[in-house]
T-cell receptor, first 113, second 110 residues
Framework: DVKVTQSSRYLVKRTGEKVFLECVQD?????MFWYRQDPGLGLRLIYF???????EKGDIPEGYSVSREKKERFSLILESASTNQTSMYLC????????????FGSGTQLSVL | EDKVVQSPLSLVVHEGDTVTLNCSYEVTNFRSLLWYKQEKKAPTFLFMLTSSGIEKKSGRLSSILDKKELFSILNITATQTGDSAIYLC??????????FGAGTILRVKS
């Protein structure tokens, strides 16, 4: 069974803090993604990566950065958290071929106060 | 701008009812359409559709795609309380970009 693990289920941070969200997958997937999910807006793509050290901006990259130093790990970084970044963050991964089928982590509910 | 629109936004039914969830899309380079079920937190894959008119079926769930009219439906027959979830529709474009709809929240009452 494919496993995508996100380091925290719930996180509470203060405005201005630097926040790291970690995601690890165990299926040797080439592709990894970070989404945020907000009520009424669905999942919106923040960043994705097709390979180690590669990253591409998604639809809403502002205020975020990512790091992929190893194939299995994809980190999302909020350089200076703001209240409008309070959201559910979902990590996903897939193979490079047939990459439509995403495997998701359980999500991190981030609250920025 | 690419978009995926799901309807209804939410739905409450009784056990045993049949439900139809809708997904329409406008994307530049369509490759496939996917349905996911999200209970609690992690969305799980249900179906991937690439060809018009070919029904995909899994137990009480089925789905079909119409590439001419740019929509898909997800049917659930004989609903059970365990079907309560958010159902997400997503369209894959060439370049591996997935565009998600806002989801349909389904609640099945016993």
């Amino acid at each position: 069974d494919v496993k995508v693990t996100q380091s925290s289920r719930y996180l509470v941070k203060r405005t201005g803090e630097k926040v790291f969200l970690e995601c690890v997958q165990d299926m040797d997937h080439e592709n990894m993604f970070w989404y945020r999910q907000d009520p009424g807006l669905g999942l919106r793509l923040i960043y994705f990566s097709y390979d180690v050290k590669m990253k591409e901006k998604g639809d809403i990259p502002e205020g975020y950065s990512v790091s992929r130093e190893k194939k299995e790990r994809f980190s999302l970084i909020l350089e200076s958290a703001s209240t409008n970044q309070t959201s559910m963050y979902l990590c996903a991964s897939s193979w490079s071929t047939g990459g439509e089928k995403l495997f998701f982590g359980s999500g991190t509910q981030l609250s920025v106060l | 701008e690419d978009k995926v629109v799901q309807s209804p936004l939410s739905l409450v039914v009784h056990e045993g009812d049949t439900v139809t969830l809708n997904c329409s899309y406008e994307v530049t380079n369509f490759r496939s359409l996917l349905w996911y079920k999200q209970e609690k937190k992690a969305p799980t894959f249900l179906f991937m559709l690439t060809s018009s008119g070919i029904e995909k079926k899994s137990g009480r769930l089925s789905s079909i795609l119409d590439k001419k009219e740019l929509f898909s439906i997800l049917n659930i027959t004989a609903t059970q309380t365990g079907d309560s979830a958010i159902y997400l529709c997503a369209v894959m474009e060439y370049g591996n970009k997935l565009v998600f709809g806002a989801g349909t929240i389904l609640r099945v009452k016993s």
